[in-house]
């Protein structure tokens, strides 16, 4: 089922083609560790407060792993490999981008084109007559 929430999502997600086969679930979390939107043909499998849960834990991991920027330079994505899913995430000042996907799928092909969206989607944004 492919889904996209509303806010900033629905702009952000414009490229739909991001959801290609193999990967589950891509979900944009903000700087309080909020999941502001999401994409996904497979919802994480998890009660809401559980995935609250997780998504703040990916926030304060990015927010420990900054206080080493200025010895080993920023953190562009991590990853992080489970048992059946690839979990990858982008981080994105002031977002993290989580991407879930099949073990099989080449990571590196996804975060390219996750981060091209990125760009794309700045471009736009710095284009438009109308900013928030």
Known sequence: MLEVTEKIGAAFFSEKSILEQGIEY???INKQGRLESALFNNDINMTRERKEMYMMGLRLQSSMQSDYDSDFGP???TITEREKS???SIINFPYIILAIMKKSKDHLVVINKIKKTIRNFHNVKEESPLQE
Do not use: A, N, W
Request: proline share 0%.
């Open 75 to 77: 953190v562009s994505y």
């Open 86 to 88: 690839k979990f990858v």
């Open 26 to 28: 891509i979900g944009l």
